[in-house]
């Protein structure tokens, strides 16, 4: 088999150039591919290709690089797992602060849902608030929804705000109903955070995803952080 050949088939066309610069210069050059095994697992291989002279072909040093890969996998989701966190930290500041400072309530909730649907980057992100037990009314509007304020939507709509009413707990579902709002004929994904005033529920945030699109996995702590600020 060519050295190629044994490649993941996403993985073959850089090691082909690579073995084509190679055989055109002198330099040696290193590339990472991927390897199937004999058992189906796959394994990372780092070669060093290096031309032997004119018309002699090129020498491959080859070596498993599967532990040093996912090392370096790792610290990268690290990395962006901080910088998630120090983005999510600043947005909790400017919505705080907006809270402390905002002379206009619903100034400082449309922030939360501004927010809420950049940094969870759900479709769209609602502030709702619960005036009877049967109705919810939009409060603040993030993301890419045609709903207006003061839109009223009846809570037995979908399943996700009836069992987060139920619970008292942030909730996860998938027939939302926002769908109706935007003429879609399926309920949406959703997940839920209560909002407390005085130890009663004032209300509701909500991180939806349209047209099939789920919300982010991970949502729910995240969202919590920003009905606290609600």
């Keep these: 088999h060519r050295l190629v050949d044994l490649a993941l088939p996403d993985d073959r066309p850089e090691l082909d150039e690579v073995l084509r610069r190679a055989m055109a210069g002198s330099a040696s050059l290193e590339v990472t ?4 095994r004999p058992d189906h697992t796959v394994v990372w291989i780092e070669a060093v290709v290096r ?16 532990l040093r890969v996912a090392a370096l996998e790792n610290a990268a989701t690290r990395v962006q797992r901080a910088e998630q966190e120090a983005r999510e930290q600043d947005a909790l500041r400017r919505v705080a ?21 950049r940094l969870i980057r ?25 709903v207006v304020t003061g839109t009223h ?7 996700v705000l009836p069992r987060m009413m139920a619970t008292g707990r942030t909730t996860r579902g998938r027939d939302f109903a ?4 935007h003429d879609e004929a399926d309920g949406a994904s959703a997940v839920a955070a209560p909002v407390q005033v005085d130890g009663a529920l004032w209300g509701a945030v909500v991180a939806v995803g ?5 919300v982010p996995l991970g949502t729910e702590a995240r969202l919590e952080r920003f009905a606290e600020l609600a």
């Design 97 to 117: 602060m907006a809270v402390a400072i905002e002379s206009d309530a619903s100034a400082a909730l449309r922030m939360v849902a501004d927010e809420v649907s």
């Design 153 to 159: 939507m009846p809570l037995d709509a979908g399943d």
């Design 210 to 214: 349209r047209r099939g699109r789920a």
């Design 51 to 66: 031309r032997t002279g004119p018309g002699d072909g090129v020498v491959c040093s080859l070596r498993d690089a599967t």
């Design 33 to 36: 591919f991927r390897v199937r």
């Design 122 to 146: 759900s479709d769209v992100a609602l502030v709702l608030h619960f005036p009877v037990p049967e109705q919810a009314v939009v409060h603040a509007v993030g993301g890419a929804s045609t």
């Design 178 to 181: 926002l769908g109706g709002l």
